[in-house]
């Protein structure tokens, strides 16, 4: 694929996730390790190195864009744990951090709150469903991201986890 469909990920667009929901990671002549470019098979089997853009519901009913990442298309488990997103609003972009990712208190559900202008308990628990894009366990391509985990693992049962 031509350079110019290669962009910074954080400067996709609504349009662009409508046109190709799917993205994939790519190394750019820059050497930018947010480049990404359209993914044009759907659907896809795996979501190695990919991003979905879709809309996803908050607790409240609404919806709004997302870009989810780290999607596990086996594991609703790991998904629990693992899957990160970053919410559009008004064309900006908010990273959504995990309950163990460094950042958590200056992006986690209070900072997402503020963002969206909503309270907490209107945006959790967010809804997501990728199944018309991609192929795998339907349980793990449709769930919920909590403000909370169910069970919160430790940072040795994290890493366990992540690297089998």
């Known amino acids: 694929m031509s350079a110019r469909n290669t962009k910074p990920i954080l400067s996709l667009q609504i349009s662009d996730l409508k046109k190709h929901p799917i993205w994939k990671f790519v190394t750019d002549d820059e050497g930018d390790e947010t480049a990404v470019r359209p993914v044009n098979r759907l659907p896809v089997s795996n979501l190695m190195g990919k991003i979905v853009g879709t809309s996803v519901q908050l607790a409240n009913g609404n919806y709004v864009w ?8 086996r594991s609703a488990q790991m998904n ?3 899957v990160a997103l970053v ?3 008004n064309g900006k972009w908010f990273e959504l951090e995990r309950y163990f990712d460094p950042m958590y208190r200056e ?3 209070d900072a997402l709150a503020r963002f969206l202008g909503l309270s907490v308990d ?3 628990p967010i809804s997501y469903d990728v199944r018309k894009y991609v192929n795998g366990e339907a349980n793990a391509l449709s769930g919920m991201v909590l403000k909370e985990p169910r069970v ?4 040795a049962e994290i890493i366990a986890m992540a690297v089998p």
């Open 87 to 89: 919410i559009e609003r």
């Open 122 to 124: 209107e945006i959790f």
């Open 80 to 82: 629990e744990h693992f």
């Open 107 to 109: 992006h986690g559900p």
């Open 66 to 73: 997302a870009l989810v990442a780290n999607l596990n298309t």
């Open 152 to 155: 919160r693992l430790t940072r």
